[in-house]
């Protein structure tokens, strides 16, 4: 069976740092690229990173490029999300995707975890 979940999140306050963690089980972990997406309420669910299979190639959406870095450890079958000097428009249900091709669009993924909720306060 199929599994990503993810796990981390938390309140903080804004500047603070969190990392995300998302464990997968069930499929070829090292043959998928991995990403990270977010939901705010009333939003669309919006890209955040992704980490090609072998971990050589990363892409990041521009609100958090230079604050979060996505990796991954193929032999635990776990990608994190380092999440540094936060913001309140951090604040979002995070979750952690897997997809045979990488993108930025939720649509090309095949597998989803539940989601963690991070709230950062001001």
């Known amino acids: 069976q199929v599994q990503l979940v993810e796990s981390g999140g938390g309140l903080v306050q804004a500047g603070e740092s969190l990392r995300l963690s998302c464990a997968a089980s069930?499929?070829?972990?090292?043959?998928?690229?991995m990403a990270w997406f977010r939901q705010a309420p009333g939003k669309e669910r919006e890209f955040v990173a992704y980490?090609?299979?072998?971990?050589?190639?990363?892409n990041y959406a521009g609100s958090v490029k230079g604050r979060f870095t996505i990796s991954r450890d193929n032999a635990k079958k776990t990608v994190y999300l380092q999440m540094n000097s936060l913001k309140p428009e951090d604040t979002a249900v995070y979750y952690c995707?897997?997809?045979?091709?990488?993108?930025?669009?939720?649509?090309?993924?095949?597998?989803w975890g539940q989601g963690t909720q991070v709230t950062v306060s001001s």
């Open positions: 980490i090609s299979w072998g971990g050589g190639s990363t």
């Open positions: 995707a897997a997809s045979l091709s990488a993108s930025t669009y939720p649509n090309r993924y095949d597998y």
């Open positions: 069930g499929f070829t972990f090292s043959a998928y690229a």
